[in-house]
């Protein structure tokens, strides 16, 4: 049975507020120094952008399909998807390879290297003064009930199986301060600025954004679209809704 315990509240004072303020302070200081190393002169590929703009013009367009009728859906489809000169159609020999593009680019490089360098060094350096200062603690209470799959997500460092899943570790509080701070970094930083660890770690599996992958997964979601105007249905719709009104 799992047991109650009583924490201190030095823990809530020496513990838990400092862990947290400092994870705070460590992502908005990671920020303004990524943005210091950041290339002044680093100039956006014309063709990269346009491909950008066309793949959100086909997403608006999947979107919004239902809304114009069968003919203009079929003629924009065609504009994006045709194999002769569409928008959305790369021939196998004007294929990019984004590795061998970033690494023809050394400023490329050398921009991805800065920004994983400043995700790194502060997360093992933090976690190294965790790992020293507060392991073991039991930091916090979650006020309701889990089940036995979140002990190790929430308890990690802590080798004790009678204690209550709802009871956090202060290497686990860590992580998810690491992994849910996204939201207060928005406020602090602004949306656009806001520094999201979780897909920095994507991005590091990677070498940034492939064009022709994102095309050709466009086109061919755009083929296998199923249009269906909307427009016969509204006044059905709209007798529905008068028809509950009145009665």
Aim: hydrophobic fraction near 45%; charge should be positive; charged fraction near 20%.
């Amino acid at each position: 049975m799992a047991e109650d315990l009583v924490l201190d509240t030095a823990i809530r004072d020496w513990v838990l507020i400092p862990l947290s303020v400092v994870m705070v302070l460590i992502g908005i200081l990671r920020y303004f120094v990524s943005k210091l190393m950041r290339s002044s002169n680093q100039v956006p590929d014309p063709k990269m952008v346009k491909e950008g703009q066309v793949i959100i013009r086909a997403r608006n367009l999947r979107a919004a399909a239902n809304y114009i009728p069968a003919k203009s859906f079929r003629a924009r489809r065609v504009y994006f998807s045709n194999e002769e000169n569409g928008l959305l159609y790369v021939p196998k020999g004007q294929a990019q390879n984004a590795q061998a593009q970033m690494f023809s680019d050394p400023n490329m490089a050398m921009d991805m290297m800065k920004k994983n360098l400043s995700m790194i060094i502060p997360q093992t350096l933090t976690f190294a003064w965790v790992n020293f200062f507060f392991s073991g603690f039991v930091a916090a209470k979650i006020p309701f009930p889990l089940t036995q799959r979140f002990r190790s997500m929430l308890q990690n460092g802590i080798d004790l199986s009678t204690v209550d899943v709802s009871y956090v570790s202060s290497r686990s509080w860590y992580f998810l301060n690491l992994f849910g701070l996204r939201g207060l970094f928005s406020l602090i930083l602004g949306e656009e600025n806001a520094t999201d660890d979780t897909q920095r770690m994507m991005q590091m599996s990677g070498f940034g954004f492939d064009p022709t992958k994102s095309l050709g997964a466009e086109k061919d979601s755009l083929d296998i679209f199923q249009h269906e105007w909307a427009l016969p249905k509204f006044e059905q719709r709209a007798e529905a809704v008068l028809k509950k009104l009145v009665s």
